[in-house]
């Protein structure tokens, strides 16, 4: 199948409904950049090892390389979200009712955004195509159930994995630099928090970047009435990845700071060692999760991480108010974000059919 630059856009040029989807799949991936792209650079921002508009820039590159080098190696991630849902035989209604979860998707994520809570894009992006396709097709058949585990699989990842490495990374950062003194270990703190946050950006890349490529391929497919290709070869797609990277730094530079504010701020006051590790903790999740093709929450990955770091010195360091907030945002999203993207889809096949 061509998934060459120039056939995409001579498709979108012929069909007003494919270009609907790709202009919508971007405003997700926007939206995603002020909401969710910032939990990859709060701790490096909060500890003052970097400016916001520096790590913001840095966030930019190495999401980029997040989504080239891991789309390369194990694209796993973008098969996964392309195939969790069948939207059924008919193309036009396909790419409608796909178009109508993308609208409740940034629906959703903005709603989140507005109140300062960091939501999760995976797990909208999720309940939103499986909303969708209920609506178009009225039954459960249109559940691919052996890629929604793989969803359960990495919400257990996310916060377990998260959680337990945050608590075992610092543990070991403290022990390992128990006589140091405080104030020399400050400079070699500050280069590894920025080295965490770049490895962070990497990963969210890998994880996200992967995602909406796979939307908008799936897509092209809907529209023309063909199967998903197996996606092991993205070499071909070097400049969907890079229009992913940008449009997610752009988003990132316009609403990054409120949620950098409330992960990095709010949940728990961080030093230096502590967000060194709260980065590589969630890193090495996420990580774990893309090599095997699983879709996995970087907000999930990062807030456990630094809930795990904050439990080191005491668990009263956690600001609980703000982890109830995020986990009622968590549990409202399935629910919430597929209730809407049903409606939309029905309200979308009635104009447009």
Not at 264 to 273: A, I, Q, R, S, T
Request: charged share 10%; with cysteine.
């Amino acid at each position: 199948m061509d998934l060459s630059f120039s056939y995409f856009w001579q498709q979108m040029t012929e069909q007003p409904l494919l270009a609907l989807a790709i202009v919508l799949t971007l405003g997700v991936i926007l939206v995603n950049g002020w909401t969710d792209a910032p939990n990859a650079i709060a701790t490096c921002v909060v500890t003052r090892c970097m400016s916001a508009r520096a790590a913001i820039f840095m966030a930019a590159v190495f999401n980029f390389l997040g989504v080239f080098v891991m789309s390369l190696l194990a694209p796993q991630v973008a098969d996964t979200i392309s195939k969790i849902v069948d939207f059924g035989d008919n193309p036009q209604m396909a790419i409608v009712a796909l178009s109508a979860s993308l609208f409740a998707i940034v629906v959703w994520a903005t709603l989140a955004w507005v109140f300062g809570i960091p939501t999760s894009e995976s797990h909208a992006l999720i309940a939103g195509l499986t909303g969708g396709a209920l609506a178009l097709t009225g039954n459960m058949d249109a559940v691919n159930g052996d890629q929604w585990v793989k969803v359960f699989y990495g919400m257990i990842i996310s916060v377990v994995m998260g959680f337990g490495l945050g608590w075992i990374c610092c543990k070991g950062v403290v022990a390992l630099f128990r006589r140091a003194e405080r104030r020399k270990t400050e400079p070699f703190f500050r280069g590894a928090q920025i080295v965490g946050a770049a490895a962070m950006a990497f990963m969210h890349g890998a994880q996200d970047g992967q995602k909406f490529m796979g939307v908008m391929i799936l897509s092209l497919c809907l529209t023309q009435g063909k199967e998903m290709p197996k996606l092991d070869d993205m070499s071909e797609l070097i400049w969907l990845m890079l229009i992913c990277s940008v449009v997610m730094g752009l988003g990132t530079m316009i609403g990054g700071k409120k949620i950098i504010k409330s992960v990095g701020m709010d949940m728990v006051k961080l030093e230096k060692y502590q967000g060194f590790s709260a980065d590589l903790a969630a890193s090495a999740s996420l990580l774990f999760s893309s090599l095997f093709g699983i879709p996995v929450s970087t907000t999930h990955a990062k807030t456990t991480s630094i809930m795990g770091v904050g439990a080191v010195r005491r668990l009263s360091a956690i600001n609980f108010s703000v982890v109830k907030e995020m986990v009622m945002t968590w549990i409202l999203t399935f629910p919430g974000c597929g209730l809407i993207a049903f409606l939309m889809a029905k309200l979308f096949m009635w104009i447009f059919l």
